[in-house]
């Protein structure tokens, strides 16, 4: 070495010293020659890493041996080791490796630019990790990194398996790798956190390349935005599944065992259930399988090469279709899972790649483009997966370069036309908003014109203001004099079925389907008392009971206001990074305080607003306050397009971005606001039809009440605020999990209720905290009965939780027993007859009241629907026949559902609604495919209802989306006539469009599709008939 060479190396080397604190950095922790990770004590976290902001530098030393001679271009190396997160958003810890480059950049916008190149190590062997497999003499992949350095360029190769060697597993692929870029860029090594950087990785490279994009926006926002310019995938693995199931018995069968091991490496549970299906004798057996665990993938490329794996277990199972693994696959091994990159990609692949296959990367292109993404996509018509490296290297190094140099990266074709497509498609429905809106403003008399004009000066969107007129509510809305009669008109058919007028059902004497008007006085005089019995007509009701407020019953409730004085002068900013004004921030929050807390009520409303105003972090926190926000953009009617949660523009996604990096802040401590929020979290992300993803969080959430106490004897010596939030939340989490268990027929989690009983209502109120409201016109602030209504819905999922248990127990061919049927129907009934006054048929008119009934005839109905016609005939329950009680179930399940449009419509978001439904719809589709003769009175009315529960999804459909991909999974099950017909009522006008609905559902990750069967049953009024069976005696069933 030069002696200008020695004063360079000493200057930058004293310079790191000096930036980098001790104990990270200490000259002693370098070693004179490499040794395995598995070896080597350096490759451990030091106490208290977990308190720790992910990226945070834990160790750095100068990488071992003289890694300079063998990287070409590198002046000097370091191995640092750094905070990250594991697929369980739990803290845990990786290395990457930083090359600092010998030579000056090419070009001045490569300056202090890093490379962050993922490579494809493909092992569950943490010792074939790239810190220690790049002294190997063999190191393929070299060349990328070389040329990068070659460039000018830093180059960071991460160990992005993480400590566990996580091979295939996506989620810690990802944090590892953005979690990589943070921490280098955190030294002062020549670069600084406003340098550039971008991705490279092939094949296995490409996986962690990809998830770390898509991944970004809500893990490390703070890299989005102009940090990271791009990445470059080759050959990119789209789904694990598809490719194990394409390489066994081929010559990377070696693949499958490695990709296995790494998959289940976070996960003992499922590891021990996969080696327990393994032979324990013959020549395919444990012990040949496991050695893939600590196989480098040239190891396991020799040793499985052409077998069938499914020879190693038993019977020779097919394990990639096993469900405990195919679930896995799911969270950790399908690419586009958590989102869309929101940067530039260039994807290159050979056509007939054997191990990634062309028709799922062009399948993952079209999807990403569909929303807007930047992709250029190479398809190369020669080579094969391996030589595709090499052929295309030369391209990914001009994109790359390009990308550095501010040139314009060309857009493929493709994407080219979608983009083109998407923005005509905006510009379109941008011209029909305001050409509607000018027609009403034409139209309308001059007092309604006159508002609308108002409305527009206040800066609301013209598709907001053309929807607010269109459904009846303009009076309401937009500050004019209201039509308090005002009533919603049943879509096609404007009466209410005369089969369901000949049911005798006591909704149909309920002041919502017959409202008891004011006969004297002015329609805009508010009621003296807002409890007062004299607006209810003749129809006088129990004078002990509590019932709704007049107003309930003439207005609907999207027309009230919050009254609550701890939220009035609340500063939520203080709770959110998310940009936005507070009045925004306000509109939110009283929203989901108003739509969604009084049905799924995940925590104590006053604690979190007195907290929240305050700012205590007691029962209120950031996690907390960002999720609601983020659920309370559902609700907005403002907020165009919030169904797509998908876009990064939304303020939903931004939200809920914040929420799960804050979740990750939180490092899985235990927390009473952090468990509200993995409930809200979990809920929010059902309805964006992502359940696969979203069950983690309620598992998360129970594990921690559990740890926490919540379910045990409730003593605290806070005070009686903590005994009040404690047992709140324990009561929250069981009755969360109980409807989750039953609606996706899963055993539930817990198998107790809570030790601490919830309280009557009328003995101690507060514990329930009541919901004020103001309707307009009204000068009185009403109640909402709330402490009513969730009193009700506490009891009733206490059965529910004992009915899931219950079936969940039951074999895959197995059915309840009668005698269970019955059990469970005589506790059901028995709660509905002792519900207060005001939740009774007759009086209930509240969204949250009506969602009561809405269960309870939904669970009635599904208690008896797979018994055998004859059974339902001769079996009796209480006098009546199973047949009856069944009829009388649908009956009312329906006309609950039409008195709930009447009054309230279905624009409002309401996700109990919109479950049932979905229910309503695939029985009206089934009537109509049965025997009713076409162009009947009867076919007519049916097909009212299909109309109408189907508009309803598509109103509901605007607020999340899965809605949306129920609505068009209903379509497809619908005629062709009908969807046509649907299209009148309905914004949606793709729904008859095949191929749009096939890409709109291709992110689909729920499991809720797949429990909304098409009843084989003919319909509601062939309940009424013996379906052919003869009359038999009945028999009384005896729960």
Known sequence: MTFLRLVAFLNLWLGFVSAVPNPLFDQSESLSEPIPPSQDPWYTAPPGFANKAPGTVLRVRLAPGNLTSITVNSSASYNILYRTTDSHFKPTWAVTTLFVPKLGANSAAQQNALLSFQVPYDSPDVDASPSYSVYSASNESSAGYTAALGAGLYVSVPDYEGPLGAFTAGIISGHATLDSIRAVLSLDLGLTNTSRVALWGYSGGALA??????????????????????????APPVNVTTLMKSVNREAAAGLIPNALFGLTAQYPDVRKYLVSKLNTVGEYNKTGFSAAERFTITESGTTYANQDINNYFQNGTDVLNDPKILALVNREGVMGYYGVPGWPLFIYQAIPDEITKISETDALVERYCGVGADIFLERNSVGSHYEEADNSYGAAVQWLTDLFNENQVPESKDAQIESLKRKLSDNNEDSTGLNRLYELMRDRPADEALAIFNSIRRGNAPDDIVRRVEHGDVLLQLNLMPEVRYRYEFPFRKEMPAYLLRSQSRYLRSFLFKPPFPVSGSASE?????????????RKPPSSSRLPPSDCYTKPYSAVTLVEPLLTDADIS????????????????????LHTWPVFTHFHKGLFLLDLRAGRRRFCSSLLVNVILAAACHVAPELSRRNEYWDPTNYGYLFLAETRRLLELEGGRDRLTTIQALLVLNQTINEQAMDEVSQGYLTQAVDMAKRMGLLGPVTSPHGADWRVAREFTAWAVFSWQAIVSYAKKIPPMLNDEPRTPFPDPSHDSAWYDELWVRYPLCNVVVPALFPATYHAQLKFRVILRDLASKIASQGPDERLSLHHRARFYSRLASWYDELPASLQAEYAALPSQLGVHFQYWAVITSLFEDLDPADKVKLTLQGQSVREIAQGARYNFEIVLRIYYLRHGFDMYNTWAFFFLTNLCFLAIGELHASIEAGSDEADATRSTLILASKGMSTQARCYYLAEAMLRTVCMQMDSGDVLLLGQYTSFQDLHDAEATAQRLN??????????????????REMSVADGVEDESEEEIVP
């Open 574 to 593: 203080r709770w959110t990074s998310v940009p936005s004004t507070p009045a925004f921030l306000q509109r939110l929050m009283q929203t989901y305080l």
């Open 1003 to 1020: 992110i689909v990750k729920s499991g809720w599709q797949q429990n909304m069967v098409l009843r084989e049953k003919s319909g509601i």
């Open 209 to 234: 390349s990809e998830w770390a994009s898509e991944l970004a926006v809500q893990y490390a926002p703070d890299l989005t935005s102009g940090t990271i310019l791009g990445a470059a995938l080759g």
């Open 526 to 538: 508010p009621a003296s008392d807002a409890h007062s019995a004299s607006s209810l007509g003749s």
